[in-house]
Structure formats: structure tokens, C-alpha cells
């Protein structure tokens, strides 16, 4: 984009909240698969602490590894779905691996950017440069300074599910030159408010999932849904960016 286009954040963010239904309606419809492989690892897994069923650890482990697979051509799939308006269409091949490498290099970006800086804040303390408050302060500021960063290349991924080989870290950058913050703030208050559903569900988990074991999966079955549903709402926004940064005059086709 030459001239930059006023990114609509709000009516965004509204129109992916507005695929709520068609959302849990996915999940149940195209991913039952996997919540059943959800819940026969926590079946598994459960039954092994409170039943005794002996040293299965290879199963569950199996398990979360075929889990994140398939999740993740899950939500490759979904972005394509978003960005095509095509119907969904669950596909596991390269692109699942490519985003496995760039996931990795993404939060590797993340870790090693936070950790440099509270290193670095942590020493200051010590030597007696900062006060330990100031020095905690700081390690907030960079914390936030550093996922800024990491979500102007956000739109790598939606790229490799429509195989967009030119949008890559470089490309990604350059596009998001200008909205900065406004893309922070979408992605944190987004990722904030899909992830409240989840994180009652957590805390259902930890007050009454050790009950029993059918209270411990009934609950960890509504946790694993919701956090697909939330993982699919956030294809849902950037799905929209992606077009929004490489062609905004369609933007209102997706809003």
C-alpha cells in the first residue's frame, strides 16, 4: 500500500465476533476428530492417576503430538477459508510445516527478546542502577515492547495458508509500517477477550476437575473447546488483516 488506509479495528474485530456461531459450528461439524483424541488423552491420562493403569506416558504423548499437527493444519485451513470465502476444507500438508517453522522462529523472537531484556533489567537492579520496582517496571515496558514487535509479522501465517510466497517477515513489515500500536492493541485486547470463556473453564478446572474423573472431563472437554473455538475467532481477525494489508479496498467485502 502506498498511501495508508484507515484500518477499521472495531468493525474487524466485531465482524470476526460475528462468526461466533458458524465458529462452534465448525468445531463440532469438521473437529470432532480431534476433541475425541482430547478426550481419550484426558481420559488416559486421568484414569492413570486415579485407577492406576500403569505407566502410559508414550500414549498421551502420541497423543498432544497428533493434537498439535492436526491443529495446526486446523487453523491453516481456517485462514484459507476466511481469506478465499470458500468453504472449509481440512488439508494436512507442507503448509503445516512451513508455519511449524516459522511458529518456532516467531516465538523464539518472543523468548529470547524477553529474556535479553530482563537480564539486562535484572543486572541494572543489582549493580544498584535501577530500584528493583523501576527494574520490574522496565521488564513490563519491554515485555509489551516485544510482542509489538512480534505482531507486525503476524501476517505470515494467513500468507502461507493462500500460498503467498512473497509475504514473509521482510514483506510482513513493511506492510504493517504505520500500525504499530493499533495492531498491538487489536491483538492483545482480542486475544484477551477470546481467552475469557477458556479461563473460567480453567478455573472450573482447578476448583472441581480433581472431583471425579467424569468432573475432570467433562470440564477439560469444554476447556479444549473453547480454546479451539478461541484459536479459530483469532484466524478469523487476522484472516481479515491479511486482506485489509494487501487489498483494503475489499475489506469491506469481509466486514
Request: aromatic share 16%; with cysteine.
Amino acid at each position: 500500500m502506498t498511501d495508508k488506509a484507515n484500518l477499521p479495528a472495531m468493525a474487524i474485530i466485531g465482524a470476526s465476533f460475528s462468526q461466533i456461531p458458524n465458529v462452534f459450528k465448525g468445531v463440532f461439524l469438521y473437529f470432532w476428530p480431534f476433541l475425541l483424541m482430547y478426550f481419550l488423552k484426558d481420559y488416559f491420562l486421568i484414569s492413570s492417576q486415579s485407577v492406576g493403569l500403569g505407566n502410559i506416558e508414550w500414549i498421551t504423548t502420541i497423543a498432544s503430538i497428533l493434537i498439535f499437527l492436526g491443529i495446526i493444519a486446523v487453523q491453516i485451513c481456517w485462514y484459507q477459508k476466511v481469506i478465499t470465502k470458500q468453504d472449509f476444507k481440512y488439508s494436512f500438508d507442507k503448509r503445516s510445516f512451513v508455519t511449524i517453522g516459522y511458529s518456532l522462529l516467531y516465538g523464539l523472537f518472543i523468548g529470547v527478546s524477553i529474556l535479553v531484556f530482563t537480564m539486562i533489567f535484572a543486572f541494572m537492579s543489582k549493580e544498584g542502577i535501577f530500584s528493583s520496582g523501576f527494574a520490574i517496571t522496565l521488564t513490563i515496558l519491554a515485555i509489551i515492547f516485544s510482542l509489538s514487535l512480534a505482531f507486525r509479522f503476524i501476517l505470515i501465517f494467513p500468507a502461507i495458508a493462500v500460498n503467498n510466497d512473497k509475504t514473509r517477515l521482510k514483506r510482513s513489515w513493511e506492510l504493517t509500517s504505520g500500525y504499530h500500536m493499533k495492531l498491538f492493541f487489536m491483538m492483545i485486547g482480542f486475544t484477551i477477550l477470546t481467552s475469557i470463556p477458556a479461563g473460567i473453564a480453567n478455573s472450573l478446572l482447578v476448583t472441581f476437575g480433581s472431583d471425579s474423573v467424569l468432573s475432570f472431563l467433562l470440564i477439560m472437554f469444554a476447556l479444549n473447546t473453547l480454546s479451539l473455538v478461541s484459536m479459530l475467532l483469532i484466524a478469523e481477525m487476522v484472516g481479515r488483516l491479511f486482506v485489509f494489508f494487501h487489498v483494503p479496498d475489499k475489506i469491506n467485502e469481509y466486514l
